[in-house]
């Protein structure tokens, strides 16, 4: 076949537009592409929920790619082995409850999962602030291309609604910066030193509706709990997508 340019860039244009228009109107808006958020998406995904997943970076995966220092691998505990199973993910047992996974793997396959369920992915896409109304709960989320906040150039972004929003953006809980920022009431206690057995021990009690609309999972919610952090060990992050979804699944079906 004689391929042309222009068709190339039409098809591009014509499909992802398309989806841009369709997903203004979402159930959630996960935003961060760390593990937790991937896992998160992919499960509400399957719940038969229309989600989005919006991610400031180019690639999805957060930390996760790194491993540890640069090693591809992760470590997953037992409790969470079976979420490393449900996605397909090899692992090996290094010592008695402690499984390591290929860093690279992981992420694609988590990846997989969440497309293969319907979850749309919106990369080099910052969020600038959130939507909140008469009501006080987070609606909506306001947008605009991560290059643009980059280069400090004045755009006016554009706004996508939602009936949930799930901050997995990791360290810097940046949606409940914002939120708090604005003077809502949510108090954000910091992230504490490094404590993996503690960290990961109390993540799913800091997994939570933390304002109206709005959820918390990953390393999102221990910093805004005040709790630890865990280094290169992943179970946590996975279990902690897992109940954001059902948490996030519950309040909308209520």
Not at 202 to 219: A, S, W
Request: hydrophobic content about 45%; some cysteine; glycine content about 12%.
């Amino acid at each position: 076949m004689e391929l042309d340019e222009v068709t190339i860039s039409r098809a591009i244009l014509k499909t992802q537009m398309e989806t841009m228009v369709e997903y203004l109107d979402l159930d959630v808006a996960v935003v961060g592409g760390g593990p937790s958020g991937i896992t998160c998406a992919a499960l509400l995904a399957e719940k038969g929920l229309k989600v989005g997943l919006i991610e400031k970076k180019l690639s999805i995966g957060g930390g996760m790619w790194g491993g540890g220092m640069m090693f591809p691998r992760i470590v997953v505990q037992a409790a969470a082995k079976r979420l490393l199973d449900r996605f397909d993910i090899a692992s090996t047992e290094a010592e008695p409850g402690y499984y390591v996974a290929k860093s690279v793997e992981s992420v694609s396959k988590l990846t997989a999962a969440a497309c293969t369920a319907g979850a749309e992915f919106f990369n080099l896409i910052a969020v600038e602030d959130v939507v909140v109304k008469a009501d006080g709960r987070v609606a909506g989320l306001v947008i605009n291309w991560s290059p643009v906040e980059m280069a400090g150039l004045h755009v006016d972004p554009l706004t996508i609604r939602c009936r949930a929003v799930v901050d997995a953006t990791g360290h810097d809980a940046t949606i409940c910066h914002m939120v708090a920022k604005k003077g809502g009431d949510l108090p954000i206690r910091g992230e504490g030193f490094m404590w993996a057995e503690r960290a990961e021990g109390n993540i799913l009690d800091h997994t939570k509706e933390v304002f109206p609309g709005l959820f918390v999972c990953g390393m999102a919610a221990n910093a805004v709990g005040g709790e630890c952090r865990m280094g290169p060990i992943f179970g946590g992050m996975l279990l902690s997508g897992e109940r954001a979804a059902d948490l996030v699944a519950a309040a909308l079906r209520t």
